[in-house]
Structures are given as C-alpha cells and as structure tokens.
C-alpha cells in the first residue's frame, strides 16, 4: 500500500524553494517559526550552508526551513536588508526573531536558534 505525505508540511528532509511571489504567504502567515535561507547558486557558502539545512530539516518538526535564490528574487532580500549571503533569517509570528550571516557548522546554527525553537528530536 502506498501512502502519502498529509501535506507539504509533513515532508520532512528537503528546505522549499519560495519567491518574492510566495513569500508573505509561506513565511510572515506561517503557523510555525521558518528558517528562510537567503542565498545564490555561485555563492561558495552558500553551497556550504545547503546540506547543513537539509539535515536539519531532516530531524526538525519545530520549524520550516526555506531557500530564497536572491538573483532570482531581488524584492525580498532588499526589504529584510540582506547585503551579504547565506544570510539565514529566522521568522517567528511575521517578525525576524533571528539573523545569522555566513557558514555556521550545524551545532552553532541550531545553538543559536534553539533560543527561539524547540530542539530537533535526536
């Protein structure tokens, strides 16, 4: 029997790609705290950051981590005053609750984060 995820959401492993298009709907009304990752496919960090989000995302439920392509989406990143990449905003309630810029080796990043998150199940 095949079973299938009750919704996006419940997908566990991979951070979503968003827009500026989709941003106010899958960020700021979140019911949850989201983890949006700003970043660019030539940025050497950024690329770094990448399989640290995805396992993170793999073992959290308490959050929704997120991936913005600055190039591609100009708007957002010049509203929340981006100026340098990874740059990993934390949103809680529509409100940035945390701001962390460049590389952070995954015990750093969910230190910092874990102040506004509960921890991921071990």
């Known amino acids: ?11 566990l ?23 949006v990752d700003f970043w660019a496919t030539w940025c050497g960090p950024c690329r770094m950051v990448g399989p640290v989000l995805e396992e993170i995302a793999a073992e959290n ?12 989406n100009p708007i957002t990143p ?20 945390q701001r962390v810029v460049g590389y952070q080796p995954k015990a750093k990043l969910l230190e910092t984060l874990q102040q506004h998150v509960a921890a991921p199940k071990a």
């Not at 492993?13 to 983890?35: M, W, Y």
């Not at 439920?61 to 591609?72: G, R, T, V």
């Not at 010049?78 to 609750?97: C, H, N, Q, W, Y």
């Open 1 to 11: 029997m095949v079973t299938t995820p009750k919704s996006k959401e419940s997908e």
């Open 13 to 35: 492993g991979k951070p979503t790609q968003i827009s500026d298009a989709t941003f106010e709907q899958e960020v700021l009304k979140a019911d949850k705290p989201v983890l």
């Open 61 to 72: 439920e308490s959050f929704k981590i997120l991936k913005l392509d600055i190039d591609a």
């Open 78 to 97: 010049g509203r929340f005053s981006v100026r340098a990449i990874p740059t990993m905003i934390l949103f809680k309630d529509g409100r940035e609750a």
